[in-house]
DNA sequence: GGGCTGACCGGGT
DNA sequence: GACCCGGCCAGCC
């Protein structure tokens, strides 16, 4: 399985009404550096999957891109019952997602 | 096959 | 607690 597939399946597993961060989702594959991959694959095929649950270590929303913009991702994250602050910040010790350990064996 | 890039993270200041 | 700096690893020239 390639490590597209890997976090493809880790985005689809966040449930409902949580986000989780980059660093998290790369932890999940197996490889904790590798957070700014996700990235990479999130804006690849980001709009087949709920990326907008997919925030960094802060709790911010990251992408400054035409087609995912900060407000869209701040609109659906609501629509998901997540409160986003005016400046598009998420209490993520409130609604982060760490991982379940049936999630932890995708190496 | 080598080098640059990126929607980032952790630790130190 | 907030800001800065260096390193990480897969993908795409």
């Given at each position: 399985?390639?490590?597209?597939?890997?976090?493809?399946?880790?985005?689809?597993?966040?449930?409902?009404?949580r986000?989780?961060?980059?660093?998290?989702i790369?932890?999940?594959?197996?490889?904790?550096?590798?957070?700014?991959?996700?990235?990479?694959?999130?804006?690849?095929?980001?709009?087949?999957?709920?990326?907008?649950?997919?925030?960094?270590?802060?709790g911010f929303?990251?992408?400054?891109?035409?087609?995912?913009?900060?407000?869209?991702?701040?609109?659906?994250?609501?629509?998901?019952?997540?409160?986003?602050?005016?400046?598009?910040m998420?209490?993520?010790?409130?609604?982060?997602?760490?991982?379940?350990?049936?999630?932890?064996?995708?190496?």
């Amino acid at each position: 399985m390639d490590f597209a597939d890997k976090v493809t399946r880790i985005v689809n597993s966040i449930p409902c009404g949580r986000v989780t961060t980059y660093g998290t989702i790369a932890t999940l594959v197996a490889v904790p550096r590798g957070a700014r991959l996700v990235g990479g694959i999130l804006h690849q095929k980001g709009s087949k999957l709920a990326w907008y649950r997919v925030v960094n270590r802060r709790g911010f929303i990251s992408t400054n891109c035409w087609d995912h913009p900060k407000t869209l991702q701040k609109a659906l994250l609501e629509q998901e019952g997540i409160e986003v602050s005016a400046d598009f910040m998420i209490n993520l010790e409130k609604y982060g997602w760490w991982g379940e350990e049936k999630y932890l064996g995708y190496s």
